[in-house]
């Protein structure tokens, strides 16, 4: 997606050869018709697809989420990161290691909103180590719903992320694929 590809080289910052900062546009403040954007493209790429739930994990991707779910028709559900005591029913969950934070949560999802008979399709922010998207194939499989696919806004093709997915049988569809950066210099897979 060329206008995230110039958004990212215009406004990102590389912090080192693993980290990038968006979040002046993407994930702290949000440029929200970027976001809508987003969320077309990815309703373009599996339109085609039966799905009836769109996944995320708090809190980047949610706005993401939301944008795929308004291009497809159909809800979002985004894991939580905490059990809040309003959560008290039956979840899915799975751990989940936070790259950014470098901390382990358990994710959970309420199974009254994910269960056999969906097609879901998860959506996030970033694909690197792929440690929040492997936990949320986790909790997919374990509701007995089917997963369409992975869709990412940015990719860090160096790491091994995709590598995980691909293990696990996951069509990926990423929005931005950067194959290498340093401070003032991002290389994006053609």
């Known amino acids: 997606m060329k206008l995230l ?3 990212i080289r215009q406004e990102g910052l590389i912090l080192s050869d693993t980290v990038l900062k968006v979040d002046s546009f993407l994930n702290h403040q949000v440029d929200t018709e970027l976001a ?12 085609g697809e039966p799905i009836t739930k769109v996944l ?12 795929t779910g308004i291009a497809l028709g159909v809800p979002f ?3 939580k990161k905490k059990k809040a005591v309003t959560l008290a029913e039956e979840v899915y969950s799975a751990p989940v290691h936070s790259f950014t934070r470098q901390e382990t949560y358990q994710v959970s999802v309420s199974r009254k909103y994910i269960g056999p008979g969906d097609k879901v399709l998860i959506v996030d922010d970033f694909l690197a180590t792929g440690a929040a998207l492997v ?17 990412c806004v940015i ?7 995709r590598g995980l ?3 696990l049988g996951v069509r ?3 929005l931005a694929r950067i194959r290498a950066m340093s401070p003032g210099e991002i290389h994006f897979e053609d």
């Open 36 to 47: 809508l954007e987003i969320g077309r493209e990815f309703g373009r790429k599996f339109a």
């Open 5 to 7: 590809e110039e958004r």
């Open 155 to 161: 990719e860090k093709t160096f790491q091994e992320g």
């Open 56 to 67: 995320t994990i708090e809190a980047s991707g949610i706005q993401f989420a939301m944008a």
């Open 165 to 167: 997915l691909e293990q």
């Open 172 to 174: 990926i569809h990423s």
């Open 77 to 79: 559900v985004y894991a």
């Open 135 to 151: 936990g949320l194939v986790q909790i997919v499989k374990e509701a007995g719903a089917e997963l369409v696919g992975v869709g």
